[in-house]
C-alpha cells in the first residue's frame, strides 16, 4: 500500500529560517513541502487555495500576525505548529489550549519532536479536532470572532487590573523588559515585548517605526526630517519619535508619502 504523502506549508518572513526549515524536513519521508511564503496575505492565499496537512506558522509576521492569518481563512484550518521569538502572552495561550509551538531557536530535536507529535495526531484523524481548536486559541487571545484586534489592554496594578482602550494609546516605548503605553493623560507599564503588544493591535492604526518604538498614526502631528536624513514622528505630548531605516519605507508607506 503506497504511503500516504504529508503536504506541508512554511509561513515565515525571515529567508534563512525559511531555508533552515525547508531543509530539515526535506530529510524527512512523506513531507512533501507544497509551499513556503513569506507575508500572511501569501499565507491566506495558500491555504484557502490547497489543502495542506500541516502549516509552519510564524506570529510574528511583517504584514500581519500568524492568529490574523487564521482568522482570514475561509475553510477549518489545517493541523498547525506555531513559531515565534519569546512572546510569554502567546505561549501561555498555547499552553492554555494545548497548542504545539516551535521556539526561536528552536533545536533540530526539538523540530522534529513537534513535527512527529503533528504526523502522530494527522494518523489519528485529528486535524479536524484540532482545526476547530483554533477557535478556543484566538478567544484566549482576545481574539475573537466579533474582532481581529484587541480593543482593550490589561494592565496589572498591585491588586487590581486596569484596562486601558487600546484607541487612547498614542504611542509605545520598549524599556528593558518592560513597555511603556502613553496614553493623553497617563503611562501605563506593561512587563511584555513590543512583539507581543504589536499582535493584538490593529495595523492599519499601529505600527512600528523602530525596535523600541510604535505608533499610532491617528495620533502623528507632524513628520520632522533633520538636515542628516533622519526623520522623526511627532506627537501631541511633544514627544519625539525616532523613524530606523528598518522601519522607514513601511512607515512612509502607511501614511501614503514616496520617498
Request: hydrophobic share 40%; aromatic share 10%; charged share 30%.
Amino acid at each position: 500500500m503506497k504511503e500516504e504523502i504529508i503536504s506541508v506549508l512554511i509561513v515565515d518572513d525571515e529567508p534563512l529560517a525559511r531555508k533552515r526549515m525547508q531543509r530539515l524536513l526535506n530529510g524527512v519521508d512523506k513531507i512533501k513541502i507544497e509551499g513556503i511564503v513569506g507575508t500572511g496575505r501569501e499565507a491566506i492565499r495558500k491555504i484557502n487555495s490547497f489543502r495542506f496537512d500541516i502549516v509552519f506558522l510564524d506570529i510574528q509576521l511583517k504584514d500581519m500576525t500568524g492568529f490574523q492569518v487564521l482568522k482570514s481563512l475561509n475553510q477549518i484550518p489545517p493541523l498547525v505548529i506555531f513559531v515565534t521569538a519569546f512572546d510569554s502572552y502567546a505561549i501561555k495561550a498555547f499552553e492554555v489550549c494545548a497548542f504545539d509551538y516551535l521556539l526561536k531557536p528552536y533545536t533540530e530535536k526539538r523540530f522534529y519532536k513537534s513535527l512527529q507529535n503533528a504526523i502522530a495526531n494527522l494518523e489519528k484523524g485529528k486535524k479536524k479536532e484540532l482545526g476547530k481548536t483554533i477557535t478556543e486559541l484566538l478567544d484566549t487571545m482576545g481574539l475573537n470572532s466579533k474582532a481581529l484586534y484587541k480593543s482593550r489592554i490589561p494592565i496589572p496594578d498591585k491588586k487590581k487590573t486596569l484596562f486601558v482602550s487600546t484607541k487612547e494609546i498614542r504611542y509605545i516605548k520598549a524599556s528593558n523588559y518592560y513597555i511603556e503605553i502613553y496614553s493623553e493623560e497617563s503611562k501605563y507599564v506593561l512587563r511584555d515585548s513590543m512583539h507581543s503588544i504589536l499582535e493584538g493591535l490593529d495595523p492599519v492604526v499601529f505600527t512600528r517605526i523602530h525596535r523600541s518604538s510604535i505608533v499610532n498614526l491617528t495620533y502623528i502631528v507632524e513628520l520632522v526630517y533633520s538636515s542628516f536624513g533622519e526623520l522623526d514622528v511627532k506627537m501631541p505630548d511633544g514627544v519625539l519619535l525616532r523613524v530606523s531605516k528598518g522601519y522607514r519605507k513601511g512607515f512612509l508607506k502607511k501614511v501614503g508619502i514616496k520617498e
